[in-house]
């Protein structure tokens, strides 16, 4: 298995899980936004990630997601399933699962707060590799993770079976460079950002697009990549521009927010359109009254 066997390219939004006032699953909400994205021309979706809040589901609502969101959409668009564990048994059990279900791929970040050395994450996607047949993508969230996969440790994992993709959500614009040169040519690279330097990126140093957070502007994001495609860079980067402003009004440079939650933020912005965005779960915490007219002022700017 190598980036040949998999298709995955342009915008594949990490969604969000929406839960109702009881912080229960709303399967009802989750049906709407999955059709919705669909519509909107998503090139895939990532569930189950950072965005999806896996940190909060128990074992059998991961199972439940994943068989819920395989049958909706129904291999309409590629689905990325989050896998993240702490141990390669735990992801290598949560990607059965998503194979279970006909989803698309996993995606596997470092093990959270144990912070292991090279080796160490080597073996454990080696043995991730080896329980499973899915594409893996490599999720390299420093912010989350506390380790930095450097472009040495990412070619070596790049020569692992079943690995055939990076998510590369580093805030160090020189490991992010770097790991490309190193490993475009092995597996399909995503983090280009919505902008002129990603243009460049993905025109000429093999990087195959974005997977973002949330698809809250809906077809604008996937439409920078189709302007892209066409030939139409100055359209493509005026979505960008929309894509951008949100990054900018919602987060610092080291990919904190700068109020509230990522996720809170995210649900928000969907709710306030009518979409299903629907609650958080503990021990996250919906935004205040303020908040959510700073979240309405900023996607007013993006949509006018």
């Known amino acids: 298995m ?3 066997s998999i298709s995955w390219k342009g915008y594949i939004p990490a969604i969000t899980l929406p839960f109702d006032e009881q912080q229960r699953i709303d399967w009802n ?3 709407k936004l999955l059709n919705w994205l669909v519509d909107e021309g998503m090139h895939g979706i990532v569930i189950n990630g950072t965005t999806g809040e896996w940190f909060s589901l128990t074992d059998e609502e ?3 997601v994943f068989a819920f969101v395989g049958k909706t959409i129904d291999n309409r668009i590629p689905v990325i399933a989050g896998c993240t564990g702490y141990t390669a048994k735990q992801a290598s059990r949560f990607a ?4 279970e279900a006909d989803l698309d791929g996993v995606l596997i970040a470092p093990p959270p707060y144990m912070v292991p050395n090279d080796e160490e994450l080597f073996q454990h996607y080696q043995q991730i590799s080896q329980s499973v047949s899915l594409p893996i993508c490599v999720y390299n969230w420093p912010r989350g993770t506390q380790v930095d996969i450097s472009p040495a440790l990412m070619k070596r994992l790049a020569t692992i079976e079943h690995v055939v993709a990076v998510k590369n959500s580093t805030t160090d614009m020189a ?4 790991m490309l040169l190193e490993v475009g040519q092995d597996v399909r690279y995503f983090g280009a950002p919505m902008n002129a330097l990603g243009i460049s990126l993905l025109k000429h140093h093999q990087a195959d697009g974005l997977m973002g957070a ?3 502007l809906g077809r604008i994001h996937p439409q920078f990549f189709e302007y892209l495609w066409a030939g139409e860079e100055e359209k493509a980067l005026e979505c960008g521009k929309k894509d951008q402003l949100l990054f900018k009004q919602f987060f610092n440079p080291d990919f904190s927010v700068k109020f509230g939650s990522q996720q809170a933020i995210l649900k928000t912005a969907l709710n306030l359109q009518g979409l299903p965005g629907g609650h958080v779960r503990q021990p996250l915490i919906d935004l205040t009254p303020d908040e959510e007219e700073k979240v309405k002022s900023v996607l007013n700017e993006a949509l006018k």
């Open 214 to 216: 949330g698809a809250v």
């Open 175 to 178: 490991n992010f460079i770097q």
């Open 2 to 4: 190598n980036k040949m």
């Open 29 to 31: 909400a989750y049906k």
């Open 96 to 99: 059965q699962w998503a194979k």
């Open 62 to 64: 991961v199972r439940e």
